[in-house]
């Protein structure tokens, strides 16, 4: 099957009779042992599992690598033989690019080192750590690196694609903070990228998602960070309340970040009972200044009359303890893209439109709304391959799907949602649910997505790692 994407690369996958792929594997299996999963594995399927679920995909082996040799071990089989490549750290991702069918998935998981150079104020995380372990482990010397809301989220995957959570306002995107990062090519070279060397490679790094080569390590900015105050808080949703918390974002301080979600409430112990299945404005909140500062933010939204609080001083690791996100397995579709720029924030009549879609949804749906703004807006759009420098908010419609049946419904939904809501034309390729010519074109300018060509040339001509590059819409001769 030949494959071509977006970037411009093509490159040659092949299906292998069983026998084959025995012979193709027995190195591989030679080296990992039962680090080497087939499907005939008892725990093939627990372990091919990615957070996000949707039609069934099987791919013909899982590789559990630990070193970056067997990174370029299994790597090399996968290539020479034709296999279709996936990697995967925390399985986060919506458009469930770490599986791949009949081919071979390189697992990170197991690459999970961290090492905080306290002194050197820089964070070293192998490819596979999730964002709460490195969170933990940083909050130890009272240091911290931004990532998103969700500890289970892998480092890997949030920083290649862009990274925006509780401390981008302030210190800028998870991207903005890479120093430098370990990479294995295609053709099995470890490279350094960095501001240095291969600059052009860094910069695709820094939101060209998985396009490039194996992150092995990746090498952050530490800033100072003790305890912060955040939490949860949730309204009964109104127009004027909507777009009351959302105007404290626009006109609050960098130090104030956080996202809002029209949903309609799950029946979890934690949200009264009274409101299980009504729509509700739900906001996980963090504000990184001091306690006095925060109470200072928090207290107009207190004043809007919080059916829950739970915002109070803890250590910044402690905003990523829990289970956080929806529950793993579930499925749907998202679109995302952004509104405003500078200090503007949404009106009532858009806060109206967004309670009165998501309350008339059938079935679950959210719609969740991110604050940018500050210090991620003062860096040059051409500085990094994630280049939405400019908005004021991020928002994201999603709809999910109890069955895979249901998911045309679902994406019909979304796609309706995203043109009612003013959000269509752009994107996060973080956030893509699914990963279309059409959602490339909008997770890049088209400057940014030319100068990505390029790269890609220059390090995957064969695109080995397909990444967006290998969905329905943009593959073909
Ligand atoms: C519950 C939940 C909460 C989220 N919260 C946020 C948030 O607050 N902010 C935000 O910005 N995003 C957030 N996201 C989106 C998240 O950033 C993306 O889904 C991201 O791709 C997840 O990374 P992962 O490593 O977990 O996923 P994976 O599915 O493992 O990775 C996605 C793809 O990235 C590439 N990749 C990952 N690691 C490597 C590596 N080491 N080397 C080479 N390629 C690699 C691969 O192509 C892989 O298929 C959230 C997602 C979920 C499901």
């Not at 909050?139 to 911290?144: E, F, I, Q, R």
């Not at 979600?261 to 739900?282: D, S």
Request: negative net charge.
């Amino acid at each position: 099957m030949a494959t071509h994407d977006s970037t411009g690369a093509t490159g040659t996958t092949t299906q292998l009779s069983p026998e084959a792929l025995d012979g193709v594997l027995a190195p591989l299996a030679a080296s990992l042992g039962d680090r080497l999963l087939t499907p005939s594995a008892a725990t093939f399927a627990e372990t091919a599992a990615l957070f996000v679920g949707g039609p069934a995909r099987t791919p013909a082996a899982v590789a559990r690598v630990r070193t970056t040799d067997e990174v370029v071990e299994a790597l090399a089989i996968a290539r020479d033989a034709g296999l279709p490549l996936a990697v995967r750290s925390g399985g986060h991702h919506q458009a469930r690019h770490g599986l791949v069918d009949g081919g071979l998935v390189l697992d990170l998981r197991l690459l999970d080192g961290i090492d905080i150079d306290a002194a050197a104020g820089v964070g070293h995380a192998q490819g596979g750590v999730v964002a709460g372990a490195y969170t933990a482990a940083a909050g130890a010397h009272g240091l911290a690196t931004g990532f998103g809301d969700t500890g289970s989220v892998g480092v890997g995957g949030i920083t290649l694609g862009g990274g925006i959570g509780y401390l981008s306002r302030h210190d800028g995107l998870t991207v903005d903070n890479l120093l430098g990062a370990e990479v294995v090519l295609a053709d099995g070279r470890v490279v350094r990228a960095d501001a240095d060397e291969n600059p052009d490679l860094f910069w695709a790094l820094r939101g060209g998602g998985g396009n490039f080569g194996v992150v092995t390590r990746l090498d952050l900015r530490l800033r100072e960070l003790g305890t912060v105050t955040g939490g949860m808080m949730m309204w009964v949703p109104t127009p004027a309340t909507l777009a009351a918390v959302l105007r404290a974002f626009a006109e609050g301080p960098d130090e104030f970040a956080g996202m809002v979600n029209v949903m309609v409430a799950p029946p979890v112990p934690m949200i009264p009972a009274e409101l299980h299945g009504k729509p509700i404005i739900m906001a996980l909140l963090c504000h990184s200044g001091t306690a006095a500062e925060a109470d200072e933010v928090f207290a107009p939204l207190r004043a809007l009359g919080t059916v829950l609080d739970s915002v109070q001083e803890m250590p910044y690791p402690a905003m990523f303890e829990g289970a956080g996100g929806p529950p793993p397995g579930g499925m749907g579709d998202a679109r995302t893209g952004f509104l405003g720029q500078g200090a503007w924030a949404p009106d009532e009549a858009w806060a109206a439109e967004v309670i009165e879609t998501v309350s008339q949804a059938a079935g679950p749906a959210a719609v969740n709304i991110r604050a940018m703004g500050g210090a991620i807006g003062l860096v040059d759009p051409a500085a990094t391959a994630f280049a939405h420098r400019d908005p004021a908010f991020m928002v994201t419609v999603g709809k999910f799907a109890p069955a895979v049946e249901a998911l045309p419904a679902a994406s019909e939904w979304v796609e309706s949602a995203a043109q009612a809501f003013g959000i269509s034309g752009r994107g996060y390729v973080n956030f893509m649910g699914t990963a279309t010519e059409q959602d490339v074109r909008n997770a890049y300018p088209e400057a940014t997505l030319a100068r990505l060509r390029e790269v890609k040339r220059a390090y995957d001509p064969q695109n080995t790692f397909g990444y967006i590059g290998t969905s329905e819409a943009v593959s073909g001769p």
